[in-house]
């Protein structure tokens, strides 16, 4: 009998198993390639996604500081060819919506109340040099744009410590009245992130720190031309550090840190309500509410707010509501001295630019830069 040339049975299931190993072997290996290729592939999307939003905030900023730019630009020159006064028939956005006691306010314009307001605004007019008549520059401005302007006339001046005892009034006046009204709020709470519900006055912690006889002393002593020291005040022995006191006036508002009784806190408190620079007179009507109320009763300041506010405030109005009139010290007319903060908003991009200037239109130049802050 002849037998067919096979392998024994052994044999094939041993060649089966070597094969399905092999098998399983290069699955696991496609498997792996495959997660190795989705992670590499996950992070490569995840980078281009990282460098995306990257380059997307490069453009925002971009955007951003060019419209910073242009929005100051136009400002400036509105400043100087406009009237220093809220027109709302202008064709110059800034003119229809600016104010110089310290609200923010934007470049949206509300609509036209009437036909007419709309012919009025399309047919203003201005005079050249020579007696033509030429059409009035019309600015549109930009929606994503805050602004504020503060007339330095309407707050306290700290030159050669001018202010006095009004000054040392003002510092008084958060300890004994540390209620803070709508705008004192919302400064508050963007400069210490307080929560606005918990935000209705001056954080205790804060006010303690104030001491208005020694910090108005020592602001004397720092411009005084002499050594002899104020009561309460300090001079070069008590700063120990050359060139403490200058003696001189300050040239910024950041330099008061270094006096006796000032501290960062302390001078974030008091930027909207103090200025550095020498003023020819006083404005109340510019002023901000708190100090309003050191020169008449609060009753009268919250009415004059008011009417403010809603546009409806005159010099006659004024004088009547306060008391005040003018004479050698005080006047109504808005001055060329100037606080300006410009915020621009693109995105999630957000840029800020102060300014502290003087503006003279009939000079060579036209304005002049004290401070800027960026």
């Given at each position: 009998?002849?037998?067919?040339?096979?392998?024994?049975?052994?044999?094939?299931?041993?060649?089966?198993?070597?094969?399905?190993?092999?098998?399983?072997?290069?699955?696991?290996?496609?498997?792996?390639?495959?997660?190795?290729?989705?992670?590499?592939?996950?992070?490569?999307?995840?980078?281009?996604?990282?460098?995306?939003?990257?380059?997307?905030?490069?453009?925002?900023?971009?955007?951003?500081?060019?419209?910073?730019?242009?929005?100051?630009?136009?400002?400036?020159?509105?400043?100087?060819?406009?009237?220093?006064?809220?027109?709302?028939?202008?064709?110059?956005?800034?003119a229809r919506k600016w104010n110089f006691y310290g609200k923010p306010f934007t470049l949206i314009d509300e609509p036209l109340d009437s036909i007419n307001d709309n012919r009025q605004r399309a047919e203003q007019v201005s005079f050249s040099k020579d007696g033509r008549r030429v059409k009035a520059v019309e600015i549109a401005g930009r929606d994503n744009v805050n602004i504020t302007?503060?007339?330095?006339?309407?707050?306290?001046?700290?030159?050669?410590?001018?202010?006095?005892?009004?000054?040392?009034?003002?510092?008084?006046?958060?300890?004994?009245?540390?209620?803070?009204?709508?705008?004192?709020?919302?400064?508050?709470?963007?400069?210490?992130?307080?929560?606005?519900?918990?935000?209705?006055?001056?954080?205790?912690?804060?006010?303690?720190?104030?001491?208005?006889?020694?910090?108005?002393?020592?602001?004397?002593?720092?411009?005084?031309?002499?050594?002899?020291?104020?009561?309460?005040?300090?001079?070069?022995?008590?700063?120990?550090?050359?060139?403490?006191?200058?003696?001189?006036?300050?040239?910024?508002?950041?330099?008061?840190?270094?006096?006796?009784?000032?501290?960062?806190?302390?001078?974030?408190l008091l930027h909207p309500y103090v200025t550095v620079r020498p003023l020819a007179y006083f404005n109340p009507m510019q002023s901000p509410a708190r100090i309003m109320a050191l020169y008449m009763p609060q009753d009268r300041v919250d009415e004059i707010i008011k009417r403010r506010e809603q546009g409806e405030l005159d010099t006659l109005q004024f004088e009547n509501l306060s008391g005040l009139e003018t004479d050698e010290t005080i006047n109504f007319v808005t001055s060329g001295t100037l606080r300006i903060a410009i915020e621009v908003s693109v995105n999630q991009v957000r840029l800020t630019k102060e300014l502290d200037i003087n503006l003279q239109p009939y000079d060579k130049h036209p304005y002049i830069e004290f401070e800027i802050k960026i």
């Open positions: 009998m002849v037998y067919a040339n096979t392998q024994p049975p052994k044999k094939i299931m041993a060649g089966r198993i070597t094969i399905d190993k092999q098998q399983g072997i290069a699955l696991f290996q496609v498997l792996l390639i495959t997660a190795v290729i989705s992670i590499m592939a996950i992070q490569f999307t995840q980078t281009a996604r990282n460098q995306l939003s990257i380059a997307s905030t490069i453009v925002d900023r971009v955007e951003a500081q060019a419209q910073l730019r242009s929005t100051e630009a136009e400002l400036l020159y509105s400043l100087i060819t406009e009237n220093r006064q809220l027109d709302k028939t202008s064709a110059n956005v800034y302007m503060q007339d330095q006339t309407g707050l306290l001046s700290v030159f050669r410590g001018n202010a006095g005892s009004k000054f040392e009034d003002l510092l008084q006046s958060f300890k004994q009245n540390p209620a803070m009204d709508e705008s004192e709020i919302k400064r508050y709470v963007s400069q210490w992130g307080a929560n606005t519900d918990n935000a209705a006055s001056f954080d205790t912690q804060l006010t303690d720190q104030i001491q208005p006889s020694i910090m108005l002393n020592s602001l004397i002593d720092w411009q005084d031309k002499d050594e002899g020291e104020q009561i309460n005040g300090a001079e070069a022995s008590f700063y120990n550090h050359p060139g403490m006191p200058t003696n001189l006036p300050l040239q910024t508002y950041q330099e008061m840190r270094h006096i006796r009784g000032f501290n960062d806190q302390l001078l974030e």
